[in-house]
Structure formats: structure tokens, C-alpha cells
């Protein structure tokens, strides 16, 4: 998987708490994304990072916050999760065109 | 909302026929990319076209581009069981982002 490792790969949790996911690249790769994917939608975009401490939203941020602080860490958090939010979660790493995939985090909230 | 959308979303062939499936986008693009995604797993890229080429061959993979019709089509020759997955098309408008489209699921029949 290009490197690129996510965790948890499975998570179950309640409605209104907090939830912290994990992409970890050993590619110093520059650019890394956070996508939910859902049945009939395809892969939607949530946040993308640029470089360190570099990051900006994609077009279902609402709910989301993410950090980089380093090259190879891209946190995406959920605050206070709710049932909507239930998914699987991909992390993406990418130094121009093509992108590179984490095997996906499956999140589901109760 | 998805720049890209699949046409059909569904496809079942024998093992040894051809596979195409179709993608139409809406707005200007930098290229166009194409990924698998195996059942439970993350997504692997398989070609890029960019806006200025109109075919692209890799292995048994085709792929053409029409930028008049917004449109790109993914051949896959004599197919394999092992081809079973589902395909999405991808497009980057420049900005390294990619938008995806909701997938084609394809079933190769032995």
C-alpha cells in the first residue's frame, strides 16, 4: 500500500464523542487527503494537506478537522461524531498526479 | 458535487471477453485517472490521460479521452476473474485534488 498505513482499521463509538483517525506515510510525500467513501457515492473528499501545518477543506468538511504537524502525519477528527458519519475512511498520499491509498479505516457510530 | 459519473453502474462478463465502462464529467480538466478498488480494500491507480492525449494503452487497459464530449471510456481486454473489482474514474482539474465518480462494479464470470 505505497507505505501508507491508517488507524485504526476499525472502530465502533457512540453518538457525541470524539474520534481521532491516523494516516502515517514513510513516502515524504507532500500532498495527503482524508476521503469517506459510502455506498452510491463513490470516494467523497473531506480535507486535504499541502504541507505541514498546511490544510484545507474538500467538499464534505462539515463536522471534520484534521492537523498535519508532520510530513508523514495527516489526523483526521471528528469532534462529536454522529451516526451520519458512519463510513470507511480512506487517506491518500500523492507528490504530483497519481495517488497512492491506505487500506481504510471502517468507522461506525452508533 | 461528483465531477465524474460511470456509466454503467454495474457490468457481469464471461472470463475472456472485453469490459468497457464509460465516464462523463462536467467541467475543464488537467487529466483524468482511473483506479481499482478490490472488495474491502483501498484503491490502486491504474492510468492517467491527460486533456491533451486521446488514447492510452497500458497492458490490457485502453483508455480514450474526448475533452469535446467531456467524456473518457476504460477498455479492459480478454478479461480475468482476477479483474473483478470495481473501477472509478477520477479527474484533476489542476489543483491536486481529484473528484471520483460513484464507480462501475464489474464481475468477471469464469
Known amino acids: 500500500d505505497a507505505g501508507i498505513t491508517q488507524s485504526p482499521r476499525h472502530k465502533v463509538t457512540e453518538t457525541g464523542t470524539p474520534v481521532t483517525l491516523r494516516c502515517h506515510q514513510t513516502?515524504?510525500?507532500?500532498?495527503m487527503y482524508w476521503y469517506r467513501q459510502d455506498p452510491g457515492h463513490g470516494l467523497r473528499l473531506i480535507h486535504y494537506?499541502?504541507?505541514?501545518?498546511?490544510?484545507d477543506k474538500g467538499e464534505v468538511s462539515d463536522g471534520y478537522s484534521v492537523s498535519r504537524s508532520k510530513t508523514e502525519d495527516f489526523l483526521l477528527t471528528l469532534e462529536s461524531a454522529t451516526s451520519s458519519q458512519t463510513s470507511v475512511y480512506f487517506c491518500?498520499?500523492?507528490?504530483?498526479?497519481?495517488?497512492?491509498f491506505g487500506p481504510g479505516t471502517r468507522l461506525t457510530v452508533l | 458535487s461528483q465531477q465524474g459519473e460511470e456509466d454503467p453502474q454495474a457490468l457481469s462478463i464471461q472470463e475472456g471477453e472485453n469490459a468497457t465502462m464509460n465516464c462523463s464529467y462536467k467541467?475543464?480538466?488537467?487529466?483524468l485517472q482511473w483506479y481499482r478498488q478490490n472488495s474491502g480494500r483501498g484503491l490502486v491507480h491504474l492510468i492517467l490521460?491527460?486533456?491533451?492525449?486521446r488514447e492510452k494503452h497500458s497492458g490490457r487497459l485502453r483508455v480514450t479521452l474526448d475533452t469535446s464530449k467531456k467524456s473518457s471510456s476504460l477498455l479492459i481486454t480478454a478479461s480475468r476473474a482476477a479483474d473483478t473489482a470495481s473501477y472509478f474514474c477520477?479527474?484533476?482539474?489542476?489543483?491536486?485534488?481529484?473528484?471520483f465518480g460513484a464507480g462501475t462494479t464489474v464481475t468477471v464470470r469464469a
Open positions: 477520477a479527474t484533476d482539474g489542476g489543483d491536486y485534488k481529484l473528484s
Open positions: 490521460i491527460r486533456s491533451n492525449e
Open positions: 467541467t475543464s480538466i488537467n487529466n
Open positions: 491518500a498520499i500523492s507528490e504530483s498526479n497519481e495517488q497512492f
Open positions: 494537506s499541502y504541507g505541514v501545518k498546511d490544510t
Open positions: 513516502e515524504n510525500h507532500r500532498y
